[in-house]
């Protein structure tokens, strides 16, 4: 979930790493059914951040499976490790320190895991064809490559927050000037494709929920946090006055307590395979 090179948006300063951690309890079931996971599998996680859903997969691979999660922030690398020692049942989990776009992976290690997965990571790079290359060299023959990513034009709330959509138009025109993809998810299958891999299946994992929801506060949360924790970046990157930009936030803290209101989204999802 760590930008493994360039700029990210985001940072990593301690409400950072909170929204991040609401973000996997809000995600991780959703993303983990849609693996069909079979037990045993040899998972390498490209871009594992705090190491949560890593720690998802191994549960579900155990006692056979292994993952392997790649960051290249210690920060979050250090908290993976610690979540990791808190898990008393008997799994293979490894955290290790590496670059997305120049993946560091053992010589034995190439070509040998059953699945090669990323979670918002490629937004976050400069050249991501270059990441799912890695990935894809990453796995076996006949291995999956799963990829699950963001498409910031996906974005609905109703009844409409004045002035959000101006901020969010902003916060997309701040990834590009950072030379990032904020519409990476809609490219998925073409990456995959180009990195000869077989594409075998899109689809997209629902992430919205409503007023009256037990969930909706916390996508509320979510978005706040996306949107107020790259407030810098956003003012910095884009002809929006801070002025602008607070109204706009106050209206939604206002939207998110209206008995109507409702976030649609969705996260972006392609499955490819190695040829045998």
């Not at 990453?138 to 963001?150: K, Q, T």
């Not at 209101?261 to 045998?276: D, I, K, S, V």
Request: with cysteine; charged share 25%.
């Amino acid at each position: 979930m760590n930008a493994n090179n360039g700029d990210y948006i985001h940072g990593t300063d301690p409400a950072e790493q909170s929204r991040l951690s609401l973000l996997n309890e809000l995600m991780n079931d959703k993303s983990l059914r849609a693996m069909a996971l079979g037990g045993g599998e040899k998972i390498l996680d490209v871009g594992c951040g705090l190491g949560q859903f890593a720690l998802s997969m191994a549960r579900s691979v155990a006692p056979d499976g292994r993952v392997v999660g790649i960051d290249r922030d210690n920060t979050q690398l250090s908290e993976a490790r610690r979540g990791a020692r808190k898990v008393l049942e008997a799994i293979d989990i490894e955290y290790r320190q590496g670059d997305a776009l120049d993946l560091t992976i053992r010589q034995d290690e190439w070509g040998t895991f059953d699945i090669v997965h990323s979670r918002f990571l490629l937004e976050h790079l400069p050249a991501p064809q270059a990441a799912v290359d890695a990935m894809v060299r990453a796995a076996r023959p006949g291995g999956r490559i799963i990829l699950e990513d963001d498409d910031h034009d996906v974005l609905r709330l109703w009844p409409e927050p004045e002035g959000v959509y101006n901020v969010w138009r902003a916060y997309i025109e701040s990834y590009k000037k950072l030379g990032n993809d904020p519409y990476v998810g809609r490219r998925l299958v073409s990456l995959l494709h180009a990195a000869g891999a077989e594409p075998t299946r899109n689809s997209w994992n629902f992430f919205g929920s409503c007023a009256g929801n037990e969930t909706f506060r916390g996508f509320v949360e979510n978005f706040a946090g996306v949107v107020k924790g790259a407030r810098d970046t956003i003012l910095a990157s884009a002809t929006l006055e801070s002025s602008a930009f607070d109204s706009a936030m106050k209206a939604f803290d206002d939207w998110g307590r209206r008995p109507d209101a409702a976030l649609w989204y969705c996260t972006f999802w392609a499955e490819g395979r190695r040829p045998l």
